[in-house]
T-cell receptor
Framework: ETGVTQSPTHLIKTRGQQVTLRCSSQ?????VSWYQQALGQGPQFIFQ???????GRGNFPPRFSGLQFPNYSSELNVNALELDDSALYLC???????????FGSGTQLSVL | QKEVEQDPGPLSVPEGAIVSLNCTYS??????FMWYRQYSRKGPELLMY????GNKEDGRFTAQVDKSSKYISLFIRDSQPSDSATYLC????????????FGQGTRLTINP
């Protein structure tokens, strides 16, 4: 059984740039969620994808967008990066209707 | 007021001690309660998963949920230095997406 994998592990960008983060779901899981974790804080829900459509969104602006592909992998895109976007971005996969989420190791994004 | 409150610690105890970690919450719709363990610069790892009120035991770990008081606990018996990590409580309702609401996390150190 393959776990949730994320790439890249670390990324440095400058303010105003755009970034794409990638996630491969755990084998057999059809739902993917993205979370942002600032230093010293708990993860915050960005959005969730099921059947390639957004299935719920947290309190994040539209410059945070995503995609889910037919193989259930996913991308998180952030446009017009701001300094406050510096955080650990976590992807989690699950089965629809089952509240157990399994997280990847995350992508550490630094915005300078 | 945050939906989920968790004392960030840090909490430091000697090896072998019983550790008690707690969270309170305000949303009575929460039905699913989880505890995650997060090592530094890693993704959260699901430790315990409980539906509604009651106790659940898994090895040295016991999770308790008291929905009437909106209070959940995690107990760790015979604590080991390898238990040193940040512990995050998380919870969700059955409504809409599998949006987990996390506490801030408690940083725990077990001293040999």
């Amino acid at each position: 059984e393959t776990g949730v994998t994320q790439s890249p592990t670390h990324l440095i960008k400058t303010r105003g740039q755009q970034v794409t983060l990638r996630c491969s779901s755990q084998s057999g899981h059809n739902t993917v969620s993205w979370y942002q974790q600032a230093l010293g804080q708990g993860p915050q829900f960005i959005f969730q994808y099921y059947r390639e459509e957004e299935n719920g969104r947290g309190n994040f602006p539209p410059r945070f967008s995503g995609l889910q592909f037919p193989n259930y992998s996913s991308e998180l895109n952030v446009n017009a990066l701001e300094l406050d976007d510096s955080a650990l971005y976590l992807c989690a996969s699950s089965l629809a209707g089952v509240e157990k989420l399994f997280f990847g190791s995350g992508t550490q994004l630094s915005v300078l | 007021q945050k939906e989920v409150e968790q004392d960030p610690g840090p909490l430091s105890v000697p090896e072998g001690a019983i550790v008690s970690l707690n969270c309170t919450y305000s949303n009575s719709a929460f039905q699913y309660f989880m505890w995650y363990r997060q090592y530094s610069r890693k993704g959260p790892e699901l430790l315990m998963y409980t539906y509604s009120s009651g106790n659940k035991e898994d090895g040295r770990f016991t999770a308790q949920v008291d929905k009437s008081s909106k209070y959940i606990s995690l107990f760790i018996r015979d604590s080991q230095p390898s238990d040193s990590a940040t512990y995050l409580c998380a919870m969700t309702s059955r409504e809409g997406a599998q949006k987990l609401v996390f506490g801030q996390g408690t940083r725990l150190t077990i001293n040999p």
